[in-house]
């Protein structure tokens, strides 16, 4: 019998059965996939002398999470690498808004829009540099950050105080407007908004694209070489080397309650594994109360609020694999890992109203990513492999464009929504059809069948908007991993800080349940069942 029985082998599930292993649990993983990572995967699926990432691809808040950090996963083989840029948004025109490696460069690029904006993005550099430790360990501690936002209020004295407080609850449309004369600067803002489903309209949105500017600033956005799955790869490898057991191919259909107290779980073949300590679920949080636990072991009150649950948008993504380089108009856009295509941040309004109102839109907002340019070991030389996901609505009630998509995700409207995407590449790298040797579609439905926590493709387990952050996650009055059921964690993004690779739900699930029990003694472990 294991101390601790982990539901989901995804980073966060990772991060918490390796926080348990080094405190002496015994911790037994179950993954129902027949491979680990959850969202934090590669393959060569697409063509035989490329890698593909699966889901997520670039990961600043990895690069910036002192708990990664703290696990070492360098000696597991980790190796980072960066694009000579971090991130480019061509405009129709030619122009180019370019987040570079160092501040200076992207300084100089942003005065080309205007030449106050210069000054004005190295302020707002300065201004994070001076927050950076005490926002990140506010940010990827349990909520509320007692002694890490005592730091932080000492900070944002320094670096502006009030002020600097009321920026970052803006909208990230007002936020650009403030703070740039010229398009450069609130392209970059608002295009990092847009990574989650943040408006630029909506409140909030500017702390947010500042955040992921910041981060790209200061940490690149850095990939996996050779994959996202060499991430998962450290974490297993780690957590079996400390005795630790990860069981793939194991849907976990419930998980065992007695007298109010999580006690073990049962799989999909039957079979029951119990947990002499805890229960930790790296699911999304309805699924976790509702098919697993049970509805007969919560308040009304938990399931009137899981009924206000808000998921994140869907999302469609498309893989290729390129023959030659993508061929930008805009030269700025070569050389960057990630590539923001939209006609401005009007053009991003406009996508963002689209899916507020349950339309696919006609002219998507399309995130690039140029990944043999971020690591040359994903193909071979002179070839790209790149990808491409957009935004669209949990529940379609028309299309914008033409085809009359609908949300069945038949063949016909994959191949419709793919020539979409395709089309917005091509308006800003003319020839880019001609390139693709090959070509995978991952629609919404896809994503969830290969990630039951991407439901619909929502990547971030719920939305990034304020009414559903901090004490709000997964609903009013959490904010914490502990659940109403004694003995059971919530550690995915559905808990406090939420989406990103950075292990924290994980990492809180995992201390939360040794505050309740300690870490494990010697004399524990030799009286072990």
Not at 133 to 143: D, E, G, K, Q
Not at 155 to 182: D, H, I, K, M, Q
Not at 299 to 323: I, N
Not at 499 to 524: E, K
Request: proline letters at 7%.
């Amino acid at each position: 019998m294991p101390d601790a029985v982990v539901i989901g082998a995804g980073p966060n599930g990772l991060v918490a059965a390796n926080l348990l292993a080094d405190a002496g649990w015994s911790v037994e993983v179950l993954e129902a996939q027949d491979v680990p990572g959850g969202a934090v995967r590669s393959d060569r699926g697409v063509h035989p002398d490329y890698v593909s990432d699966l889901f997520s691809a670039f990961y600043p808040l990895a690069a910036a999470s002192p708990l990664l950090a703290a696990l070492d996963l360098g000696s597991e083989g980790l190796r980072w690498s960066r694009a000579p840029r971090v991130l480019a948004h061509p405009l129709p025109d030619g122009r180019c808004a370019v987040l570079e490696r160092e501040a200076p460069d992207t300084c100089a690029g942003l005065a080309g829009f205007a030449a106050a904006d210069a000054a004005a993005w190295q302020r707002m550099y300065d201004s994070w540099r001076t927050l950076e430790p005490a926002l990140i360990s506010a940010l990827f501690t349990p909520f509320p950050p007692v002694r890490a936002g005592l730091r932080l209020a000492g900070r944002f004295r320094a670096a502006g105080g009030l002020r600097l407080a009321r920026s970052l609850t803006l909208p990230v449309r007002r936020l650009g407007e403030e703070e740039f004369r010229g398009e450069g600067g609130r392209l970059l803002l608002a295009g990092n908004a847009l990574h989650a489903d943040l408006a630029p309209e909506a409140a909030g949105s500017g702390g947010f694209g500042w955040l992921m500017s910041m981060l790209g600033q200061s940490h690149g956005f850095p990939v996996p070489v050779g994959g996202a799955g060499a991430l998962t790869a450290a974490l297993v490898h780690r957590l079996r080397r400390r005795g630790g057991v990860l069981r793939c191919g194991e849907p976990v259909t419930s998980v065992v309650v007695r007298g109010g107290t999580a006690v073990g779980v049962v799989t999909a073949g039957g079979e029951g594994v119990r947990a002499r300590r805890a229960v930790l679920a790296d699911t999304s949080a309805p699924a976790l109360y509702r098919d697993l636990v049970g509805e007969e072991h919560l308040s009304a009150r938990l399931l009137r609020d899981l009924e206000r649950f808000q998921w994140d948008s869907a999302t469609f993504k498309v893989d290729w694999a390129l023959t030659g380089p993508v061929p930008w108009t805009a030269q700025g856009a070569v050389g960057a890992g990630t590539v923001h295509l939209a006609d401005g941040v009007d053009g991003l309004t406009r996508f963002a109203a689209q899916i507020a109102t349950g339309h696919v839109p006609d002219e998507p907002f399309v995130l690039f990513g140029q990944m043999t340019t971020a690591d040359p070991s994903r193909s071979p030389a002179g070839t790209e492999s790149a990808w491409a996901y957009t935004h669209l609505p949990q529940h379609i009630t028309a299309d914008a464009g033409p085809d009359g998509v609908t949300g069945r995700w038949d063949a016909r409207e994959q191949e419709a929504m793919a020539a979409r995407v395709e089309a917005q590449v091509e308006r800003f790298a003319p020839g880019f059809r001609a390139l693709i040797a090959a070509r995978r579609i991952l629609a919404p439905t896809t994503l969830q069948r290969m990630d039951q926590n991407l439901h619909n493709g929502a990547v971030n387990n719920g939305t990034a908007a304020l009414h559903q952050q901090t004490v709000f996650r997964p609903v009013p009055g959490t904010g914490r991993p502990e659940t109403p059921v004694r003995h059971l964690y919530l550690a995915s993004a559905a808990a406090h800080p939420g989406g990103g690779v950075h292990g924290a739900p994980g990492a809180n699930a995992a201390r939360a349940a040794l505050r309740r029990h300690g870490p494990r003694t010697p004399l524990h472990r030799a009286r072990r069942d």
